[in-house]
């Protein structure tokens, strides 16, 4: 009789259970209680860094590359099955178990150089792919001030127009490198500056960036990309108490990404594209 009540007890429990296996489309999108079922499943996602896209044989090097080799990146991952994807799907990846596409990539591009607007954005829209833009807001202030005086001058960053542009194509996800710590030792604690004074520094200086943002493009950015890849003591709870979700850093490394799990989000790992070498030679290092 006992072995009868287990027996029916499992059979009603397997009858009752809704299977994760193969979510339905609706079921793409999770509430916080569903996405429990999910809690296991995790996804490698690889970041490649990139900075200038330069045709001048000046700035082609460790962060710099040229257009046909930034072309050649894109034609190879959509080539090999590759599919580009924004910070914010691996936000709700990881928050509300919404799917991921299979081999997810994200590009990131570093400063906010007119070189986004300039050289990426048609290759973009040309093989429909998409790209994380990280900008300054203090150049980006700068040039756009400059740009009303002299609009037929050309600048090495790019201006509000430009990115609101980029933002509203879809294409282009504008994300946080600070408003102005991008100078030596770049959003990390000074010498001699206390907890105190580091957390109002740093919070100001991203607030400033963030509600440029909401300004012109009326939307806040959720990761911060660390300048020069320094993450400073406390810097964290900083981004967190600012609304931020993730955080870039500059360390090499294959990102587990796993649902339900926050702490993924944060630090996380980006391989730099140097000139003379592929993004096919970059991933398959990260294979072995």
Known sequence: MRKFFMLFAIAMFIYHTPVFAHPTPEAQDLDDAQVFFFREKEVEVPIIMYHLIT???KYIGKYGVTPIEIEKDLVYLKENGYTTIVMQDLI????????????PIVLTFDDGNASDYNYLFPLLKKYKMKAVLAIIGDVTDRYTNDAENKPKAKFPNLTW?????????????IQSHGYN????????NKKSESADAYHSRLTADLKKLQSACAAHLDWV???FVYPLGIIGKGSRQILEDLGMVASLGCEEGINIVRQGDKDCLFNMHRYNRPSGKTVESILKRMEK
């Open 92 to 103: 709700d990846f990881v928050e509300r178990g919404k799917k991921l596409p299979k081999k």
């Open 221 to 223: 950015p959720n990761t």
């Open 161 to 173: 127009p430009e990115i609101k542009e980029l933002h509203e194509s879809g294409l282009c996800e």
């Open 55 to 57: 045709e001048r044989p």
């Open 181 to 188: 710590v991008h100078g030596k030792g770049g959003s990390g």
